[in-house]
């Protein structure tokens, strides 16, 4: 499994945005994280998504339009 850290770039296995493409844009503790991206930004259990390979540059807490930015010029959005 990939690590689970701020840019990580992850897919939602669980709930009505399951499917979705998602970012990790804070990480909270050993079992949720922000997400934002094609979801809503919401915490997030870490059980609900699974983390991929690709990672997109990111700060900590970066807002909706940055995560978006960073999707689309990252071709992922």
Do not use: Q
Not at 46 to 70: I, R
């Amino acid at each position: 499994m990939a690590a689970i850290e701020v840019g990580r770039v992850c897919i939602k296995t669980l709930g009505r945005e399951a499917g979705n493409t998602c970012v990790i844009v804070e990480v909270l503790d050993k079992n949720f994280v922000v997400i934002d991206g094609s979801v809503k930004r919401r915490r997030c259990n870490l059980k609900h998504f699974e983390p991929t390979d690709k990672k997109v540059d990111l700060e900590k807490a970066a807002s909706t339009e940055e995560v978006k930015l960073a999707l689309d010029a990252a071709g992922l959005l």
